[in-house]
T-cell receptor, first 111, second 113 residues
Framework: QKEVEQNSGPLSVPEGAIASLNCTYS??????FFWYRQYSGKSPELIMS????GDKEDGRFTAQLNKASQYVSLLIRDSQPSDSATYLC???????????FGPGTSLSVIP | NAGVMQNPRHLVRRRGQEARLRCSPM?????VYWYRQLPEEGLKFMVY????????ESGMPKERFSAEFPKEGPSILRIQQVVRGDSAAYFC???????????FGQGTRLTVV
């Protein structure tokens, strides 16, 4: 059974701080990794995708992937109250595999 | 370029009725995924379809649930003889390729009374 694990939180950070969200996965051959943001009552919104080991930056967001450790993370710099949401880590094995989601981490940014 | 369109947004059914949920993928996308989300829970994979083919239905309950994605028209998730436990948000996502990024629709909130 392929699994994706995340700390459920809630994670609270003050406005302007760095929020660090972590995710581990069980399928060693996984190739595609995604971070989604979901506001309460809304649908998931894709933030970033990452496919290779290392860091990928997009604005205030940085995704980090370490396939050897089966670990992927998301850093949010200069956190804003509008970043308060649930962050979902998602993993796909190979092409034509389903995308499996973790349970999500609830982030609260305190003004 | 319209996003993934799901309808209806809200659906109320009595126990024993049928529910039909529709999903039109983004233009140019031929891969569709259906997920179910219970309140305060994560997204659970149900089925992955490509035009006219079911790629992976390992998350679909064996009875009462079916899905299709015909050559023409939207993908349909069909739930027969609904029960209260079917009440949930059902999300559809689409991608342009088998390994591509998946984008979600607004979801259908199904309530069984």
């Amino acid at each position: 059974q392929k699994e994706v694990e995340q700390n459920s939180g809630p994670l609270s950070v003050p406005e302007g701080a760095i929020a660090s969200l972590n995710c581990t996965y069980s399928d060693r051959v996984s190739q595609s990794f995604f971070w989604y943001r979901q506001y309460s009552g809304k649908s998931p919104e894709l933030i970033m995708s990452i496919y290779s080991n290392g860091d990928k930056e997009d604005g205030r967001f940085t995704a980090q992937l370490n396939k050897a450790s089966q670990y992927v993370s998301l850093l949010i710099r200069d956190s804003q109250p509008s970043d308060s949401a649930t962050y979902l880590c998602a993993v796909r094995g190979t092409s034509y595999d389903k995308v499996i989601f973790g349970p999500g981490t609830s982030l609260s940014v305190i003004p | 370029n319209a996003g993934v369109m799901q309808n209806p947004r809200h659906l109320v059914r009595r126990r024993g009725q049928e529910a039909r949920l529709r999903c039109s993928p983004m233009k140019g996308h031929s891969h569709v995924y259906w997920y179910r989300q219970l309140p305060e829970e994560g997204l659970k994979f149900m089925v992955y379809l490509q035009k006219e083919n079911i790629i992976d239905e390992s998350g679909m309950p064996k009875e009462r649930f079916s899905a299709e994605f015909p050559k023409e028209g939207p993908s349909i998730l069909r739930i027969q003889q609904v029960v209260r436990g079917d009440s949930a948000a059902y999300f559809c996502a689409s991608s342009v390729s088998s390994g591509g990024e998946a984008f979600f629709g607004q979801g259908t909130r199904l309530t069984v009374v």
